[in-house]
């Protein structure tokens, strides 16, 4: 029987003519969502700081009070906040390989 290329322990499991025992190829597939998720959650970040900025701009540019420039901005922090979060937990989880809980 082969032996794992990662860690060692017999497998009859070959992966592009490697043999790879499941746990190690399982954790592959895991570590592969993770950066997708990853990749996902920085991007929709970066898209949420954008809008910020914009909203941010706007607010800035229609000076004081203006409610509907005040709701965007609100609206806008609250994505980024969120986003942020999501962005965090993406990360947690392609670096420790856990799921975060939920
Ligand atoms: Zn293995």
Redesign the pocket.
């Known amino acids: 029987m082969a032996k794992?290329v990662?860690?060692g322990?017999e497998?009859q499991l070959y992966v592009n003519d490697s043999p790879?025992?499941v746990?190690?190829d399982s954790g592959k597939a895991k570590a592969a969502v993770a950066s997708t998720n990853l990749e996902q959650a920085r991007a929709k970040w970066k898209a949420a700081q954008q809008e910020f900025e914009i909203a941010e701009a706007v607010y800035v540019d229609l000076a004081g009070d203006n409610p509907d420039g005040s709701r965007a901005l609100k609206n806008a922090n609250r994505l980024l906040a969120e986003a942020g979060a999501e962005y965090r937990e993406a990360l947690r989880e392609f670096v420790t390989g856990k799921s975060p809980q939920r």
């Open positions: 794992c990662k860690c322990s497998t790879i025992c746990t190690c």
